[in-house]
């Protein structure tokens, strides 16, 4: 037998089936399902781009934020599968809220954990897609609709800060022009906050109306005990007094002025996380003696003329922190 004849014949459409049936197996692979609803897709990339458009979930956009790895990733991914939270929720939160390890424990197979999401952001090197095997473009329009997007966002966020630095000039203006033409040194001038429209803080108050940041200062063992401690401590300072707490949140100050024996106590807060403040003063019975507020301290009547002792988070930065030492005093 020649060599011929011992070598196999090879067919030329062998690599072609091969392909054909590899590009099967992927397009008949599992669908990755939205993180907010229903809806199934081939490839995880048009997953994210409906998490984008149809949920305002950006992926980059947290991690950014965030500052996450891959192990946040998988966390955040656990997190959301179990706890089903609204997507704004996420977004909107000041702290990431899958910090804890048990997120981390693996579930039912999950097509989003297979998700390189160190490479997020970065340009991926081969293209996805191309035109007769020479013009790349999928990804080319990919890359450029993100960096619009980017920069949409960063035009957006500089024209708030001039027009923020626009009207702190005009009253800059309007101050140094009444000092000179008056010429009067005990001229009187507007308060820093209490002339400030509510709604021109509105952005402020809201990032405390979730419950991210007070499950965060509620967390911190050090700073809550202190509290606690300088208040109960301290009983016979408080006891029959009528006290104000300011910026009250979720009233934690205000409860423990309420146990260290205050006649009444008034907390008040701009924020909408008041309300759930008012549940939680209702579920320890402590209504008849803590009243709450909503409104800024600055230009809210209190029910009473004066009070005799004011308490507030704040000032374990001394109130420098939060530019609000002018409204305490």
Same mark, same amino acid.
């Given at each position: 037998?020649?060599?011929?004849?011992? +070598?196999?014949?090879?067919?030329?459409?062998?690599?072609?089936d091969d392909s054909d049936g590899w590009d099967e197996m992927e397009?008949?692979?599992?669908?990755? +399902?939205?993180?907010?609803?229903?809806?199934?897709?081939?490839?995880?990339?048009?997953?994210?781009?409906?998490?984008?458009?149809?949920?305002?979930?950006?992926?980059?956009?947290?991690?950014?934020? !965030?500052?996450?790895?891959?192990?946040?990733?998988?966390?955040?991914?656990?997190?959301?599968?179990?706890?089903?939270?609204? =997507?704004?929720?996420?977004? /909107?939160?000041?702290?990431?809220?899958?910090?804890?390890?048990?997120?981390?424990?693996?579930?039912?197979?999950? =097509?989003?954990?297979?998700?390189?999401?160190?490479?997020?952001? @970065?340009? =991926? @090197?081969? $293209?996805?897609?191309?035109?007769?095997?020479?013009?790349?473009? @999928?990804?080319?329009?990919?890359?450029? *609709?993100?960096?619009?997007?980017?920069?949409?966002?960063?035009?957006?966020?500089?024209?708030?800060?001039?027009?923020?630095?626009? *009207?702190?000039?005009?009253?800059?203006?309007?101050?140094?022009? +009444?000092?000179?033409e008056s010429g009067d040194s005990k001229v009187s001038l507007p308060?820093?906050?209490?002339?400030? =429209?509510?709604? !021109?803080?509105?952005?402020?108050?809201?990032?405390?109306?979730?419950?991210?940041?007070?499950?965060?200062?509620?967390?911190?063992?050090?700073?809550?005990?202190?509290?606690?401690?300088?208040?109960?401590?301290?009983?016979?300072?408080?006891?029959?007094?009528?006290?104000?707490?300011?910026?009250?949140? +979720?009233?934690?100050?205000?409860?423990?002025?309420? *146990?260290?024996? @205050?006649?009444?106590?008034?907390?008040?807060? *701009?924020?909408?996380?008041?309300?759930?403040?008012?549940?939680?003063?209702? /579920?320890?019975?402590?209504?008849d003696v803590v009243h709450l507020i909503r409104g800024r301290i600055?230009?809210? $009547?209190?029910?009473?003329?004066?009070?005799?002792?004011?308490?507030?988070?704040?000032?374990?930065?001394?109130?420098?922190?939060?530019?609000?030492?002018?409204?305490?005093?």
């Amino acid at each position: 037998m020649t060599e011929t004849e011992d +070598t196999p014949t090879l067919c030329e459409g062998d690599d072609n089936d091969d392909s054909d049936g590899w590009d099967e197996m992927e397009v008949s692979g599992e669908q990755t +399902t939205c993180l907010f609803c229903p809806s199934q897709f081939l490839t995880i990339a048009v997953a994210l781009d409906h998490c984008r458009s149809e949920h305002k979930f950006d992926l980059l956009e947290l991690k950014t934020k !965030y500052n996450m790895d891959c192990y946040s990733f998988i966390k955040m991914i656990n997190y959301i599968r179990l706890h089903k939270p609204d =997507p704004h929720i996420i977004t /909107e939160s000041c702290v990431a809220l899958w910090e804890d390890d048990v997120y981390l424990k693996p579930g039912e197979m999950e =097509p989003w954990l297979m998700y390189d999401f160190d490479d997020l952001g @970065s340009t =991926p @090197s081969t $293209p996805h897609y191309a035109i007769d095997g020479k013009t790349p473009i @999928s990804n080319n329009i990919n890359d450029l *609709q993100r960096q619009i997007y980017e920069l949409t966002l960063q035009v957006r966020e500089k024209d708030n800060l001039l027009k923020s630095a626009m *009207q702190d000039m005009a009253k800059m203006r309007e101050v140094t022009k +009444t000092i000179v033409e008056s010429g009067d040194s005990k001229v009187s001038l507007p308060t820093s906050v209490a002339s400030v =429209p509510v709604g !021109y803080d509105n952005e402020y108050f809201n990032t405390y109306a979730h419950y991210g940041i007070h499950h965060e200062m509620l967390s911190d063992t050090v700073r809550t005990t202190s509290y606690r401690d300088a208040i109960l401590n301290n009983k016979d300072v408080f006891k029959g007094k009528i006290a104000l707490d300011v910026g009250c949140g +979720t009233a934690i100050l205000s409860m423990f002025a309420a *146990q260290a024996g @205050s006649a009444k106590v008034y907390g008040i807060d *701009q924020s909408d996380v008041l309300y759930k403040a008012m549940d939680i003063i209702r /579920e320890n019975n402590l209504q008849d003696v803590v009243h709450l507020i909503r409104g800024r301290i600055e230009d809210t $009547p209190l029910p009473v003329d004066k009070v005799d002792i004011i308490i507030s988070e704040w000032m374990g930065y001394f109130l420098l922190f939060e530019g609000m030492l002018d409204s305490f005093i």
